[in-house]
């Protein structure tokens, strides 16, 4: 309802004869698009002709530049498409529309063919923007609290060995009470030639003999059940060797565990060869470091604490250092070595070396450091003790060749003798080794030893 005004019209009424009275027809705007076309490109199904715009710029050069072509060529012949529809419905012969039909079916093939090409070769190492995205990683929010782990319920052997038993009992009785259900056959009474007569009663007394031969049939086939089981049990060659690494590993990561010994002679092959043999076998790294002056060998091992301590058992404790149950001087187990290059064609006879009988190993320091100091096990003489000090300052050890000095200069030490009577030569061939940091080594004063 309009407002009625003071000359008896109604307010906008002048305005609104205007917009309802004749008017021109809309003209539309120039960059408009043609519906009609609209229309058409959208039943158009060739249309991206190989893949999107945007996936564009991840194909090489050359595919790209054979891509607009193709896409020129598309939309040239979309253009002509109105004119074929207007000759159809003129009238066209039936001979060249099916020529036309199988033009079209070739370009859908030939197409179908570069889409494949195109995909194929797109890689993300060709976009300009690929690089820029950034992927951060995720991480817990602040709220969020693991879950608590479940304690280890640890027994002790006695409660293990009474577990086992349990659960031993309890799967016999359920074996019997479905045996007395009659859900499981009962087994055969278990026969021996010491209870055949008591288990079998009245049968065995009727013909002994073939109750006999019975139960020793049953007894061969229990022994080949057992036999059997054993040898499926039993570990290959390489498992045993896992196994035996398996478990002399241990983790060194937290700390390392460290024992210093301090020999009075390791000149003879028996002893390098055990104690060389054993740091490998427990993955022990370090060496044994020879002094000419004063007459003595530092032995460092570094370990786990499980390997440190079957080392220094063996040290302490195995190890024949006086080759006291080797047999006396002139037994072969005591003069076991000889020196290379003698003695093989008959030009001299052999020399044997021999134990020396004032040799003691005495256990300097064990305690903890954060890492190894050394990479492996070896052996290296020094002439002279700044050599040997030398030595481990290369490796940042040199306080323990302090600990060496201050024991070799105790009166204990020094009222054991000397142990310069039994030192020589190496005397056996192959045997090279290097503790030092430099890679240069002395023929005739280092050995390392070849494994």
Sequence with gaps: VGVIGVDGGVYGEGEAGLLSGDKAPLVPRADCPDPEEERHAAERKDIPYAMEWWDVDLL?????????????????????????????????DKSENEQTDADEEE?????????????????????????????????????????AAQPTLHLTKKEIRRQRKLRRAERARDLQDMQAAGLVAAPEPRLTLSNFMRVLGDQAVLDPSAIERKVEEQVQARKIKHEKMNADRKLTKEQRKEKRARKLAEDTSGGVSVALFLVRDMAHPYHRTKVDLNAQQNSITGGVLECARPEAALVVAEGGPKAIKRF??????????????????????????????KGEDGDEPAKKRKFNSRNTCDLLWTGMAPKRAFHNFAFQKCDSSVDARKVLEARGCDHFWDLALAKAGSAEWVAGGGVGETRGAIGTEGLRFKLGGGDEVNADDDVIMKH
């Excluded at 149950?325 to 005591?334: A, H, N, P, T, V």
Aim: glycine share 8%; proline share 7%; charged share 35%.
């Design 312 to 341: 220094t058992r063996l040290m302490t404790v195995r190890m024949k250092w006086r080759g006291e149950d080797l047999g006396d001087g002139s037994s072969d187990e005591e003069e076991d070595e000889v020196e290379p290059g």
């Design 107 to 147: 370009q859908e093939k030939a197409r179908a063919a570069f889409a494949s090409k195109c995909y194929s070769s797109a890689s993300l190492s060709r976009s300009k923007t690929s690089s820029l995205v950034q992927h951060p990683a995720p991480i817990r929010p602040p709220g969020s609290t693991k879950p």
């Design 60 to 92: 090489p050069g050359k595919l790209r530049k054979e891509l607009a072509n193709r896409e020129a060529s598309m939309l040239k012949r979309a253009l002509g498409s109105k004119k074929k529809e207007s000759e159809d419905k003129a009238g066209k």
